[in-house]
């Protein structure tokens, strides 16, 4: 069975740091694209960062461009998010999700499986 579990969530100081890590099981990790959404309380799902099956093409959303890394070790099936400069809306549920292909896409459409996702809170 797939699965999908992320860690790393907390609590951060606006400007502070945090990584998300998401370890994955039950597919062949590096044939897939992976990405990280995030749903904050009483809005949509939306897409955060998504990286293609080796590494090498990723997509952010605007919002979080030159804060936020999406990285990926294919070695320990394990997706990353580097979150840096850390604002109060930035706070949300993250979800790690995998794509149905070795590409990536913005839309969760795009994506079969979801975790259960770690909570963000950027408050001062």
């Known amino acids: 069975q797939v699965q999908l579990v992320e860690s790393g969530g907390g609590l951060a100081q606006p400007g502070g740091s945090l990584r998300l890590s998401c370890a994955a099981s039950?597919?062949?990790?590096?044939?897939?694209?992976m990405g990280w959404f995030r749903q904050a309380s009483g809005k949509e799902r939306e897409f955060v960062a998504g990286?293609?099956?080796?590494?090498?093409?990723?997509y952010s959303a605007n919002s979080v461009k030159g804060r936020f890394t999406i990285t990926r070790d294919n070695a320990k099936n394990t997706l990353y998010l580097q979150m840096t400069n850390l604002k109060p809306e930035d706070t949300a549920l993250y979800y790690c999700?995998?794509?149905?292909?070795?590409?990536?896409?913005?839309?969760?459409?795009?994506?079969?499986?979801w975790g259960q996702g770690t909570q963000v809170t950027v408050s001062s």
């Open positions: 039950g597919f062949s990790f590096d044939s897939y694209g």
């Open positions: 990286i293609n099956w080796n590494g090498a093409g990723t």
């Open positions: 999700a995998k794509s149905l292909r070795k590409m990536v896409e913005r839309t969760g459409t795009d994506y079969d499986y």
